[in-house]
DNA sequence: CATAAACCTTACACTTGCTGGAAGGTCAAC
DNA sequence: GTTGACCTTCCAGCAAGTGTAAGGTTTATG
């Protein structure tokens, strides 16, 4: 199978394939006499798991150690918990501070005339840090 | 003012300052004779400016635009507005995106039970895409 | 007065996760 | 046979800086 129809069938894109190969996410594709990339159902199976790892919210780092513990089946289910866990922790770390920004913009939006005028409540609390 | 001065007074890093002059942010500093960058209370006003307007969340294209708005003495208010309502919106979608993947992670932390089999439903979840 | 610490300058590389494009080889169809 | 759609590699670039090197200046201290 070609590298456009692993694609086709992982839901990734040759580009992102070939980079995954290149930063040794995944190891490298068997070559067929021509030098094209081969992939069988194997290396579908880790393409398919790496889409849906990303597509999760996992970086490529955390795709990495999930990978590491996908292909070892003396593997701890408490460590894949571990992972998750500490990841969910910096989502809702992330989801907080855009929370923060959220309530920032509103107030500033709500302060701001919206008129013909110059004189603004948004320009005026970014120049001086106080509200208006 | 030095620019380490000018970068405690600020809020900003010294590099952070040289990297707006580069990508020209902010115009370029003038000089003094020994060829240091030399920065007065006007330039102070412009880099609290930015900062504040990055700490809220603007990116640097934005900020571009708000410094625009800001040096503007001839804008309308409905502009600024028109700018942060827009970016408001693209906050909300970013949160109801990583709140999406937070429920997604909460799912599979408590679907996995976090001992030492290797049995996983967060391994066997991300390799066939079913719940388990 | 020498010298060392603490500045300053530039320029380049690295980060994350790809994507786009160039230049060239191969393959399937008509 | 030639067009078009594949495939290959490599280089460049995006955001928003940070790290490091190599070198010049200034300031503080012995």
């Known amino acids: 199978m070609n590298i456009s129809q692993a694609a086709k069938a992982s839901g990734l894109s040759p580009k992102t394939i070939r980079y995954y190969e290149r930063i040794e996410l995944i190891g490298p594709a068997s070559r067929g006499t021509n030098g094209y990339r081969d992939y069988d159902d194997r290396d579908l199976d880790v ?3 790496v889409q849906r790892a990303r597509s999760t919210g996992f970086s490529v780092e955390e795709c990495r150690q999930l990978l590491a513990l996908y292909r070892n089946s003396g593997r701890h289910s408490s460590e894949v918990k571990e992972l998750v866990a500490e990841k969910l922790v910096r989502v809702e770390h992330q989801i907080s501070e855009l929370l923060q920004m959220r309530d920032t913009l ?22 001086d840090g106080r509200d208006h």
Chains 1, 2 share one sequence.
């Open 47 to 49: 393409l398919r798991f």
């Open 106 to 127: 509103q107030e500033l939006v709500e302060a701001c005339p919206g008129n013909e005028q110059a004189q603004c409540a948004i320009i005026d609390s970014l120049a």
